[in-house]
């Protein structure tokens, strides 16, 4: 008797039912909603809300509330029109033209010399221009200050540590020392804008300071300052305590423990006073080495830069470098 096998096939699991459109296009919708949440909190404040909530989105469908255009306060055109612009039509030249006339300080108005090419004039005020000018741009200069001590060439309105004054303030025509020149330069405003400090000294010293517009005194007070010679004289305290070849040490540049200096020539001129002929070294590096042989600098003075001395320019005033001197 033969027995048959019969393998019944396994009835197929029931399709999944399909998710209610309502339900898939919910997701979508509440991920839309969450980004302008999060993008909303980044405008707020830091102060945290109440029970960890986000802060809900200020309502901004009302109406926006503007001032009308009646109501606000006009802004007044300034009177008149620009100098340069009076002059390039009196000369009947270009506008820049008409800038370097007023610039080299040829232009009067009212009889007044006006260097300001942004200045406004009155369609009655006289112009007039200086007979013989030329519409050529001012040379650059260079000007000399002696600068006392405890003042210092702050950078814009942010003052300096330490410094009881800004020496821009000494850049005044009453401080202005024409000295012997044959043929002094005309003080002009255009000299004093743009000017950049060179071989800046420390706050606390005194003596010649070099300001300048002209690219080559720059390169030469930048690229060549550690082969320029700088002449100081250090007011120093406790001779009586210094090292017994501390002058020597200060020539061979071994003053400074654990630094090598070039070597240089020290002096003494009398018992509070060396004189250092800097070469290599700057300034400020002066009071480590003092303190180096046991000295207390209490004074320092710049007598000379390079060729270029201070001489008798008095404290406190300044002069332009002449075309030619050299440092």
């Not at 699991?13 to 898939?24: F, S």
């Not at 112009?127 to 002696?146: K, Q, S, Y």
């Not at 300071?209 to 390169?219: A, D, F, G, K, N």
Request: aromatic fraction near 4%; proline fraction near 10%.
């Amino acid at each position: 008797m033969s027995h048959t096998l019969t393998l019944k096939k396994k009835p197929a699991p029931p399709a999944a039912a399909p998710a209610p459109k309502a339900r898939a296009a919910s997701a979508p919708a509440s991920a839309k909603t969450s980004k302008p949440a999060q993008r909303a909190t980044s405008f707020q404040s830091a102060q945290p809300s109440k029970a960890g909530t986000v802060p809900a989105r200020a309502d901004r469908s009302g109406p926006v509330r503007r001032t009308p255009a009646a109501v606000r306060s006009p802004v007044p055109e300034p009177e008149g029109e620009r100098l340069s612009k009076r002059v390039a039509q009196l000369l009947d030249c270009s506008r820049r033209e008409a800038e370097c006339y007023i610039e080299n300080g040829a232009v009067q108005v009212d009889g007044q010399m006006v260097q300001i090419v942004g200045q406004r004039v009155l369609a009655h005020q006289q112009i007039a221009i200086a007979p013989g000018a030329r519409p050529e741009p001012v040379p650059p200069v260079t000007l000399l200050v002696h600068k006392p001590a405890g003042w210092a060439f702050a950078d814009g309105a942010r003052p300096v540590r330490g410094a009881k004054g800004n020496a821009w303030e000494l850049l005044t025509p009453e401080r202005w020392s024409q000295g012997d020149a044959p043929a002094p330069l005309k003080l002009l405003l255009k000299h004093f804008q743009g000017q950049q400090p060179l071989l800046v000294l420390p706050v606390a010293a005194s003596g010649l300071c070099v300001l300048s517009q002209e690219p080559r005194t720059i390169r030469k007070l930048t690229d060549d300052a550690l082969y320029l010679e700088q002449e100081v004289i250090a007011q120093v305290q406790g001779r009586a305590g210094m090292d017994p070849e501390g002058l020597q040490r200060l020539c061979d540049g071994t003053a400074i423990a654990g630094k090598r200096l070039p070597r240089i020539k020290v002096s003494w001129q009398n018992e509070e006073r060396l004189r250092f002929a800097l070469q290599g070294i700057f300034a400020h590096e002066v009071q480590a080495m003092c303190h180096g042989v046991g000295l207390q600098l209490v004074g320092l003075k710049r007598l000379r830069i390079g060729r270029i001395p201070l001489g008798a320019l008095p404290e406190g005033h300044w002069r332009y470098l002449q075309p030619w001197e050299r440092f």
